[in-house]
């Protein structure tokens, strides 16, 4: 079926089973970016060649400039040297080119020692060269290379576009390149961010590293079958791409969104709920606050009628008594502004007598009259106005004042019309302030009065209660008239259909994944017990594995058990078997995507009797060529290599000696 008639096909049958139009999934799976194709993804093998470090070592054992490369053939290539000795800085320094980060952190010390780190490998078909130049542990400089073939990149550690050698990427850090070596290897692998929703609120992303756990296999003391990381379902969603179950992609990403629109629709009408919860119970506090107000304010107030209007007597003492202090107000802002006006008239006068009789004073007329120095602020005293007046001096700067008095009239005329405005502004201000005195003094007459009547009604023992009660009444009813209701939360058409369009999509998705599963599981839980009853595990009946990657063994003679339950041993044996059989199986019917290779560190350390080593070490080297696997396996037992791998296999120190 061709990809344009897959597509048709899958938003069709979804569109039938949601009840909707095409139109309508399309638009959904566009708006979320979905894929509407199961289309298989391509070959994704990866093979390391040559491994070369440069540096200078430190510290009592072979101190001093290195220089060594490791070459890596298929099939399976063992690393053997005393403990200690660089065996898994050599898996983690592959694991450091490859990924973007080793997958544990080397010591400081043996990261000290690194100058330059190269590795030629194939990623899905393509000659790569990566090239790392560090110092004190850290990347000063990277950059990833390709060309025509690998033998093309030995020995280059730079771009040579005259034999189509460039650059895929540069880097000028070590996180710079762990980021884009994530982005590289995502693409060139063709593999897709694993997504799964977190906490059913947000969207959680695994990229690169994560799909790398099941090339570089946990150590056995680790619970996840496939991969570093146990929760989130991220074993499962490996077991599933690597095996490329059809829409095993697609549909994790479906329920995701799925998972997180009805998460974020829950929870909005989860909230409107609680809010109007909240408000109910408001409500009925007011509600029966207000009843005991009432029944309070009823117990104060007497039976009979004269007694009956001294709340209405009260609220007219309390509104007189707010008039008075406003009118009080009225009349202070009054009191200061024809105090104000006085001045200015007592000054106008005052002026226009001296401009008549003292020339000095019609000199400096425009200067007015200041009674500080407008610079410092000082005083002016009544010796310097003196002088001003007799000796010609200005009051202000103390220099003589000269010029004509050629126009006396006119400032006599100018300064009479300005006593002229005073006045007319003082006799305004002085009527203003009467009347707000007259004011005071009959609001204060009504308020004696209204204070009166209260105390004739009522003896003021019981009055503040009654006060009380009633403005309590008041504030109750002000409350309820304003209470607001809670909103009904509407119902969102399009996000129902958004979300009916989804679960419909994830259904069928589901049940696809599941058919194809079922058939090849059949031959992989075969594969897997075969080769792990080949690799030592003991007792073995069968297994069970499902799209979980959820693993179940079943021993001879005895009940279920669960790989998290064997031995660290076993649970590495288990695991190699797995990552066979999903090549095996999936290459039989043209499904397999893991990238074919494997970096297995010390199997022998992991509670492994010699004989089961032994067993191991044959059979993978016998599975690694069969089934076109590359290995990359360590160990410090010199003779267990010796004697199960063929010599071209080995990369050996010398006892004691290290590897690189």
């Given at each position: ?14 569109a039938?089973?949601?009840?909707v ?11 979320y ?8 993804a ?8 040559r ?5 200078e ?21 063992a ?7 660089g ?7 592959l ?5 973007g980060?080793?997958?544990?952190e080397?010591q ?16 899905a ?27 093309s990149?030995?020995g ?18 070590t ?7 994530a ?5 060139r ?20 590293p ?5 090339v ?20 499962g969603?490996?077991?599933?791409v690597?095996?490329?179950?059809p ?9 995701t ?13 989860t ?5 109007a ?14 009843a005991?107000?009432h ?14 209007s ?8 309390v ?5 008075l ?42 200067g ?5 120095c407008?610079?410092?602020?000082k005083?002016?005293?009544d010796e310097?106005?003196r002088?001003?007046q ?9 220099r ?58 009522q003896s003021?023992?019981?009055l ?5 009660a ?28 958004t ?5 419909a ?20 839980n075969?594969?897997?017990?075969e ?15 499902d ?9 001879l ?13 076993a ?13 095996r199986v999936g290459?039989?019917?043209g ?49 267990l290599?010796g ?7 080995i ?5 004691g000696?290290?590897?690189w």
């Amino acid at each position: 079926m061709s990809t344009v008639q897959s597509e048709v096909l899958l938003e069709a049958r979804i569109a039938e089973k949601a009840g909707v139009e095409v139109d309508h999934v399309r638009d959904v799976f566009t708006e979320y970016g979905l894929p509407l194709v199961i289309s298989p993804a391509r070959p994704r093998s990866l093979h390391v060649h040559r491994l070369r470090v440069a540096g200078e070592r430190t510290g009592d054992v072979e101190p001093g400039p290195f220089e060594t490369s490791l070459s890596f053939g298929p099939g399976l290539t063992a690393l053997v040297a005393s403990n200690f000795r660089g065996k898994t800085s050599v898996l983690e320094l592959l694991t450091w080119c490859l990924r973007g980060t080793p997958r544990s952190e080397m010591q400081n010390r043996v990261r000290g020692w690194l100058h330059h780190v190269d590795l030629d490998a194939t990623v899905a078909g393509e000659p790569m060269g990566f090239r790392l130049d560090l110092s004190e542990g850290e990347i000063t400089s990277a950059v990833v290379l390709t060309g025509s073939d690998i033998a093309s990149l030995a020995g280059v550690r730079a771009p040579d576009p005259g034999r189509g050698i460039t650059a895929l990427l540069r880097a000028s850090s070590t996180d710079s390149y762990a980021e884009q070596i994530a982005g590289l290897m995502l693409r060139r692998m063709d593999l897709q961010p694993l997504v799964n929703s977190f906490k059913e609120t947000s969207t959680q992303t695994h990229g690169w590293p994560a799909y790398f756990g099941a090339v570089y296999l946990p150590a056995g003391g680790d619970k996840a079958l496939l991969g570093e990381v146990t929760s989130n379902g991220l074993p499962g969603r490996l077991l599933q791409v690597f095996l490329d179950l059809p829409a095993a992609a697609a549909l994790t990403r479906v329920k995701t969104v799925h998972d997180v629109r009805v998460a974020e629709d829950k929870a909005r009408r989860t909230a409107a709920a609680a809010e109007a919860a909240e408000r109910a119970s408001e409500r009925e506090r007011l509600e029966a606050d207000l009843a005991r107000a009432h029944e309070q304010l009823s117990r104060l107030l007497p039976g009979d009628g004269e007694d009956a209007s001294l709340v209405d007597l009260a609220n007219d003492a309390v509104q007189l008594a707010r008039a008075l202090a406003d009118a009080q107000d009225e009349w202070d802002e009054a009191s200061r502004v024809f105090r104000r006006a006085r001045t200015e008239r007592q000054q106008a006068a005052k002026l226009l007598n001296d401009v008549t009789e003292n020339a000095t004073a019609r000199l400096l007329f425009h200067g007015l009259n200041p009674a500080s120095c407008p610079r410092c602020d000082k005083d002016i005293d009544d010796e310097r106005r003196r002088l001003e007046q007799h000796a010609r001096t200005c009051a202000v700067c103390a220099r003589e004042v000269t010029g004509d008095d050629e126009e006396p009239q006119e400032i006599t005329a100018e300064a009479q019309e300005r006593l002229k405005i005073s006045t007319t502004i003082e006799a305004a201000a002085k009527e203003t302030l009467e009347r707000a005195e007259a004011n005071v003094d009959r609001l204060t007459r009504q308020l004696e009065a209204a204070q009166g009547q209260l105390r004739r009604a009522q003896s003021a023992a019981d009055l503040p209660a009654r006060l009380t009660a009633q403005e309590n009444v008041l504030r109750l009813e002000g409350a309820l008239s304003v209470f607001r209701e809670p909103e009904v939360p509407a119902t969102d058409a399009a996000e129902a259909k958004t979300i009916k369009i989804l679960a419909a999509a994830a259904d069928l998705l589901e049940q696809d994944s599941k058919a194809a599963a079922d058939a090849l599981f059949k031959e992989v839980n075969k594969e897997i017990a075969e080769l792990a009853t080949s690799f030592g595990v003991p007792s073995l009946q069968s297994v069970s594995i499902d799209r979980g990657a959820r693993l179940r063994i079943y021993p001879l003679g005895s009940k279920q058990e669960w790989f998290k339950d064997q031995t660290a041993g076993a649970r590495l044996r288990l695991r190699i078997a797995v990552v066979i059989a999903l090549l095996r199986v999936g290459r039989r019917y043209g499904v397999s995507t893991h990238p074919g290779l494997l970096l297995i560190d010390s199997p022998k350390s992991e509670e492994m009797q010699s004989a089961d080593a032994r067993k191991l070490f044959t059979e993978l080297a016998t599975v690694a060529a069969e089934s076109d696997l590359q290995v990359v396996i360590t160990t410090a037992d010199f003779d267990l290599a010796g004697a199960t791998l063929p010599a071209d296999t080995i990369r050996q120190a010398e006892a004691g000696a290290s590897l690189w």
